[in-house]
Every structure is written in structure tokens, then in C-alpha cells.
T-cell receptor
Framework: DAGVIQSPRHEVTEMGQEVTLRCKPI?????LFWYRQTMMRGLELLIYFNNNVPIDDSGMPEDRFSAKMPNASFSTLKIQPSEPRDSAVYFCASREENTEAFFGQGTRLTVV | AQSVTQLDSQVSVFEEAPVELRCNYS??????LFWYVQYPNQGLQLLLK??????LVESINGFEAEFNKSQTSFHLRKPSVHISDTAEYFCAVSGGTSYGKLTFGQGTILTVHP
């Protein structure tokens, strides 16, 4: 397996634009996590899914953020409208039940 | 609710010295514990894990961690570090349920000097 695949690797966008981050988890994994990493706040869990169902979205900062998992092999994290303070590295991770999580390489988002 | 506290935000040591990175967790249920390492501009990689069984777990590159239930700790140790161990290290906890939330500590930056 190629591991967790995230796209794009880098995204630069203007404030107010919509941004969509994509994630393909490892085949057979039933949990998927979205994290955000910044210098100030460290690694924050935004939302996680189990069997494609959102279980805990308490980490989603505001209504501008939304995440979907339409099937077991694809998830998106959308920010609309984007703001400069959303600039961060966004990681997707997946795992089988109660084992270690495997991380993608991340998407570095810059909102100018 | 579960949480993880990494007691040191930065640790600096000289090459070949021993190191300990401290991690404490709180959880209302039995847990699974993990240490991850992150090199610059990369994702997180699993270093070692405790799921069950022996409370002392080891990695292939010489790190070890011991699960201490009474002290709710999972400290990471290495008896002799290398320059290449310079990285950020994250401790993580997951509850022993089918819908396990995976929570990370704030990370410890380890710098190994020659």
C-alpha cells in the first residue's frame, strides 16, 4: 500500500477563498483523523471518523471548517472562507481499530 | 476525557548521552499508548507502541518506553543518542474502545549536539 495520501502538498490561497484538502486512507483502515499543526498550538485533532461516520468534531474551530467522508477511501476537509490564521500544516491519518495511526505527509496551507 | 502532557517542550543533550522524554496521560478507561517522531517537513512516524502485554516496549533504533499504570506515565528513553535522533517527539493516547479518539501531547523537541 502507498500509505496515506494527501493532496495537495502545498496550497497558497487568498483570504476569502475556498480551500479543499483531500485524503486517501490506507485500504482496510476504519478510522480516519484530521489534525492541524502550528507552532503556537501544536498538533490539534480537528475531527475523526469511524466507518465513515464522524464521531467527534469538537476540535473543528468554527463553522468555516467542514469535513466529509463519502466512502471508505476518501475524505475532504474544506475551509470556506479561508483566513490567514488558518495557515498551518494539515495532516490526515488512518488506522485499523485500536492500533497505531499512519500519517500522510501533510498539506502546508498558506492563506495570504 | 483523555489528555496527554509532555513535561518538557525542549531537551538538549550531547551525542552518546542518555535521554528521557517524559509523558503523562489521563484517561478514564484502559489505554493504548504511542510515541511518534517527526523530522523536519515530514509527517509523523510511529516509534513504538504499547497495546497490551509487557509494559516495556522497544523500537528498532534503541528507544524504549515503559507503561506505568500507577503513575499514568509512558516515558521514552534511550541510553545513548545520536545526532540523527534530533527531531520532535510526540506521545499519544487512545482509549481502549471501538471509537478510540487519538490524542497527542504538545511534543518535545530533542536536539542532540556533537
Amino acid at each position: 500500500d502507498a500509505g496515506v495520501i494527501q493532496s495537495p502538498r502545498h496550497e497558497v490561497t487568498e483570504m476569502g477563498q475556498e480551500v479543499t484538502l483531500r485524503c486517501k486512507p490506507i485500504s482496510g483502515h476504519n478510522s480516519l483523523f484530521w489534525y492541524r499543526q502550528t507552532m503556537m498550538r501544536g498538533l490539534e485533532l480537528l475531527i475523526y471518523f469511524n466507518n465513515n461516520v464522524p464521531i467527534d468534531d469538537s476540535g473543528m474551530p468554527e463553522d468555516r471548517f467542514s469535513a466529509k467522508m463519502p466512502n471508505a477511501s476518501f475524505s475532504t476537509l474544506k475551509i470556506q472562507p479561508s483566513e490567514p490564521r488558518d495557515s498551518a500544516v494539515y495532516f490526515c491519518a488512518s488506522r485499523e481499530e485500536n492500533t497505531e495511526a499512519f500519517f500522510g505527509q501533510g498539506t502546508r496551507l498558506t492563506v495570504v | 476525557a483523555q489528555s496527554v502532557t509532555q513535561l518538557d517542550s525542549q531537551v538538549s543533550v550531547f551525542e552518546e548521552a542518555p535521554v528521557e522524554l517524559r509523558c503523562n496521560y489521563s484517561s478514564s478507561v484502559s489505554v493504548y499508548l504511542f510515541w511518534y517522531v517527526q523530522y523536519p517537513n515530514q509527517g509523523l512516524q510511529l516509534l513504538l507502541k504499547y497495546l497490551s502485554g509487557s509494559t516495556l516496549v522497544e523500537s528498532i533504533n534503541g528507544f524504549e518506553a515503559e507503561f506505568n499504570k500507577s503513575q499514568t506515565s509512558f516515558h521514552l528513553r534511550k541510553p545513548s543518542v545520536h545526532i540523527s535522533d534530533t527531531a520532535e517527539y510526540f506521545c499519544a493516547v487512545s482509549g481502549g474502545t471501538s471509537y478510540g479518539k487519538l490524542t497527542f501531547g504538545q511534543g518535545t523537541i530533542l536536539t542532540v549536539h556533537p
